[in-house]
Each structure stands twice: as structure tokens, then as C-alpha cells.
């Protein structure tokens, strides 16, 4: 099945045509490439509807509705992309192309940048450190920048905007470390974007000191990467995609929680389904206040915001075992590799109000600053780790 073939599928579950986030685990494994590819894939169903003979207008509309739409697609940004060049590296980046006809939610300067190529549709309420975001349509075959805005409210408002003023599947750029992008607030599905550069810069939330332990039993990887064998290099770019799908990937709960009004959504959930508020409400520097604090009959520990390293490792510090913890999604865990797995075997399992659906993987086998490796070994290792269809879009588009 093609990666326009799974939004087919996710298009028929939901009986509409999906939004979609393309997340990136890091710099250049392929994010902006992916996201060419399924709008270059969406535009020419889109153009194909339109041209169809009247007798075949019926079956267009349905393979519309299974891949595409002949209506606009929608495109934004959680942050900024499609720059020429990279503002961090310096490389040259791949640029974005929408189809003529699809509706960009961009901020002014980007917008400005973009040429010819943007008409000024209508406003948003939002506002970037690159100007007022606006909607634009795309008048003409050329690149165009774009910069929205960063925050779960702020995105999901400007993908119900873009809905609003004619667009039927949006599509959002965004990247691991922009967390809100993959919200299940903001998008219907996320595609995961990976690749060989993860080893370049410790692949986005994990890329930090803890980077260099276990995620799931895995041995420690080398701090030099590049004197590591082939294989060694792409078990150890599986080993922290793996992480990153199973803390995006969150179960649902089954704990249904409705704070009173005023009162703290953190808290615990008592047996009977009794819930009782952490009223200090914020979590951030009280992890071992929080669970000092927690109940030792609690059945779950419900957080309003995220699970922090500091609320982790308190509850690893203390003697809890079998409580569910639960976030309003999976972009809502900011453990570390190491402690998020730590807290499985201890029986302390991460749980989600509102589950985000990982949709599909997509490989990329080259990097800046270290060889390739070759397309159909890295595919078929991600494969076989990982409960998801997984494909290079550039080697067997």
C-alpha cells in the first residue's frame, strides 16, 4: 500500500478527509521531502477530479474521497519552513510547492517572501514573530515559506480556519521538538518523518544527556557514531524512532475525568472514580511535593499538562507501582527515553485522554554529514521494530 493509500484508510475510519501533521525526528531525515510528496500525490487527484469526463465523475469522487479532494487542500506550519536555506546549518533546504488552488496559512513576512506565488485570502487572530498570520491561495506553481503559529490552541484554530474558508484536508509541517504540530487537537494523524540525521543531533526530544542510555534494553551507542559499523548506525536510529513512536502513541485511557470549574484537572482518581485536585494546580518544580502529595489508594495520577523529567523520576524515586498516569496526549510526555521506560516496568504506564494516531513512517537512508546507508536495509529493520507501514518516498515513490 502507497502512503497516499493510508490516507485512504484513515479518510474512510473517520468518514472525512483527514488532517495530517508530517513530523520530523530531527533535522534533514526527509520531513519537507515527505510533505512534497503527498502534496504533489493529493494535488493530482485533485487536478485529475476536476478534468474528468462527466461519466467518470462518479468514480473520481470516490477515489476524492478515498485520497484527495477536488476541493483546496490546506497547508501551515507549527513554526517556520520552506525557507531556501536552513537557519540553524546553513544547508540548502528542499522548497514547498503547493498546488495552484490550495489555501496557505502563513504569517505576513513568509508570505511576502513567497513572491507572486500567494494571494491574500483572509485574516486569523494570530500573530508570529514574522508578522500577523493570514490565509493565502496559491496562485502560481512556485515555492512558498511558511510560518504559523506554535502553540496547540493557536494551530488547531488555524487549521479550522483554513476548513472554514474552503480547504478539505489540511496538511501541517512540523518537527518533534514542535510539539504541538502532532496534538490530537491540532490533526487526525501524524506521519513520522526519520532518517540517518537522527545521529547527528540526538533526534529531537531525545537528544540530550540521557541520550546516551537505554531506551528499551537497547546496549548504549558510542560517542562517536561515525566509527560505528553500518548496521550498528541504522539499529540505533530504529532504537530512537521506536522511543519516539511509543511515547507518541499512548494508549487511550479509560479514565474520564471532568474537573469542577475553578478547580485544578490535576489531581488524583480515587477507587470508585472519585477525583480529588492537586490544588496547587502546576506541576512544574513540585514532582516531589506531587507525589508526597498522592494518595496511596490512587488508581491513576491525572495531569492537566505535561509529564515532566522532575514529576518522573519523583514518582521512580518513591514506591509506586500499577498507577496509570495520565496526559492529554502523547506530545504532552517530556520524560526522558530512559525513565519513560523505566516507568513501564514499574508498572506505571503512560495513558492519553485524546490518543494520537501514527500513521505511518517514512525513511530516509542519507544524511549531511555521515555516508548513506542503503534505502532497503534501513526500511526493512524499521519494519520489522515497529508496528507501522514504513517507506521511502524518494527511492520507491
Request: proline content about 7%; glycine content about 10%.
Amino acid at each position: 500500500m502507497s502512503l497516499s493509500g493510508i490516507l485512504s484508510d484513515r479518510d474512510r475510519s473517520l468518514g472525512l478527509l483527514a488532517d495530517v501533521a508530517i513530523v520530523g525526528t530531527a533535522k534533514n531525515v526527509g520531513k519537507t521531502t515527505t510533505l512534497n510528496y503527498l502534496l504533489e500525490r493529493l494535488g493530482q487527484v485533485a487536478s485529475s477530479s476536476r478534468s474528468a469526463h462527466p461519466d467518470d465523475r462518479r468514480g473520481q469522487e470516490a477515489r476524492s474521497l478515498r485520497a484527495g479532494s477536488d476541493l483546496p487542500l490546506g497547508l501551515t506550519s507549527v513554526g517556520r519552513d520552506g525557507e531556501e536555506f536552513d537557519a540553524v546549518t546553513d544547508l540548502p533546504k528542499p522548497r514547498i510547492s503547493p498546488p495552484v488552488g490550495s489555501l496557505v496559512a502563513t504569517a505576513r513576512i513568509a508570505a511576502r517572501r513567497s513572491g507572486a506565488a500567494l494571494a491574500y485570502v483572509a485574516p486569523t487572530p494570530y500573530r508570529t514573530a514574522l508578522g500577523d498570520v493570514g490565509i493565502y491561495r496559491v496562485v502560481a506553481p512556485d515555492p512558498v515559506e511558511i510560518a504559523g503559529p506554535v502553540t496547540i490552541d493557536e494551530a488547531s484554530g488555524t487549521v479550522a480556519l483554513l476548513r472554514r474558508n474552503g480547504a478539505r484536508r489540511v496538511l501541517v509541517d512540523g518537527a518533534i521538538d514542535r510539539r504541538a504540530s502532532a496534538s490530537s487537537r491540532v490533526v487526525t494523524g501524524v506521519i513520522l518523518a526519520t532518517g540517518m540525521a537522527m545521529l547527528d543531533q540526538g533526534g529531537g526530544r531525545l537528544g540530550s544527556s540521557e541520550d546516551r542510555m537505554t531506551a528499551s534494553g537497547a546496549a548504549t551507542f558510542a560517542p562517536d557514531p561515525e566509527s560505528r559499523t553500518e548496521a550498528g548506525r541504522i539499529a540505533e536510529v530504529v532504537r530512537r524512532t521506536r522511543a519516539i513512536v511509543a511515547m507518541l502513541s499512548l494508549p487511550s485511557s479509560p479514565h474520564i475525568v471532568e474537573a469542577e470549574p475553578g478547580r485544578s484537572a490535576t489531581g488524583a482518581l480515587l477507587p470508585g472514580g472519585s477525583f480529588v485536585p492537586f490544588e496547587p494546580g502546576t506541576t512544574l518544580d513540585r514532582g516531589e511535593f506531587l507525589v508526597r502529595w498522592l494518595p496511596d489508594e490512587a488508581e491513576a495520577l491525572v495531569l492537566q499538562g505535561a509529564l515532566t523529567e522532575t514529576v518522573a523520576r519523583a514518582l521512580l524515586a518513591s514506591r509506586r507501582r500499577d498507577l496509570a498516569l495520565v496526559v492529554p496526549d502523547g506530545t504532552h510526555v517530556l520524560c526522558e527515553a530512559r525513565t519513560f521506560d523505566a516507568l513501564g516496568a514499574r508498572g506505571l504506564v503512560l495513558q492519553a485522554r485524546s490518543p494520537i494516531t501514527v500513521l505511518a513512517i517514512t525513511a530516509n537512508p542519507s544524511a549531511p554529514y555521515r555516508p548513506s546507508v542503503p534505502s532497503s536495509a534501513l526500511v526493512a529493520a524499521l519494519r520489522e521494530a515497529l508496528p507501522l507501514p514504513v517507506f521511502d518516498v524518494v527511492a520507491h515513490p
